[in-house]
């Protein structure tokens, strides 16, 4: 699957919203509500912004 880099920045900024607390979701139904532990999410979020920067100029 390819990605345009807005859309990796879409995906960047919707993981860092879940994963980084503070916001509706609670830690103890984060796996519940989104399907995964929140170190998988962020593990994601690391590989998307690898991606990401890779195609910044």
Known sequence: MDFTTEE?????RSLNEVSTGGGPIEDWEFDIRIGADVEKVRALLGRVNEEWNRREP
């Open 8 to 12: 990796l920045r879409w995906i960047s």
